[in-house]
């Protein structure tokens, strides 16, 4: 049976891109074939993983009369992760378990820090005050063209708040994630995710299993 990177310790990775990516699709599969090998799994995402974290992605994703002001946007985005860290995360990590969650603070910079032009800072300010010093030990960024993605997002037919802005908006996520991506290779795969399921799937398992050391 395999062992985590070090004992006692488990691994934190964040599966990113924009919408219609397939990072739910993803995390199932990966975190069926990294249980295979014999790795305790935790599968979770962002907004959400808590009772208190879903609630508060169900207000992030909602239609509102009244536009949502940027910074409650970001600010809802960290309260969801605080509880996160706390009640789901960190246990799984102190447990040595795998942690793969769809989304984390990558979001918010290509999101709130980028596209809704927050500025990085804001979202570095958050970070080191909610996440103190941890950060994901690897990010598989699920990358294709922003229309290939509306096109699947639209057929999968349940869009949120984010699904329904303005092509440029998502192009901001796109390039900031690739920017961020290309800033730490060793931390990030880019993926292309305009490829066949099971070939996605394998990349990242084989990324997955790199930074694992195994
Ligand atoms: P999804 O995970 O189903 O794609 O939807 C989550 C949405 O929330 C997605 O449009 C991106 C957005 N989001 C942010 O804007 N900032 C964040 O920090 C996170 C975690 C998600």
Redesign the pocket.
Known sequence: MASPKAPGQGALFAFEGG?GAG??TQITRVADTLRAQGWQVCNT???GGTVLGEAI?AV??ADHDVPMPAMS??LL??A??AAHLAQVIEPALADGQIVLC????D??Y???GA??GLGHESVATLERLVQGERRPDGVLLLDLPVVVGAARAAARGKG????SEAQSFHDTVRQTYLERAAEAPTRYQVIDADQPAETVAEAIVSRINHWLGS
């Open positions: 919408e990072k739910s995402r962002e907004p992605r992030l994703m946007e970001l985005m960290f969801a992760r769809d989304r984390f603070t979001a918010s290509a999101y709130q596209a809704r949120n708040r984010f699904d």
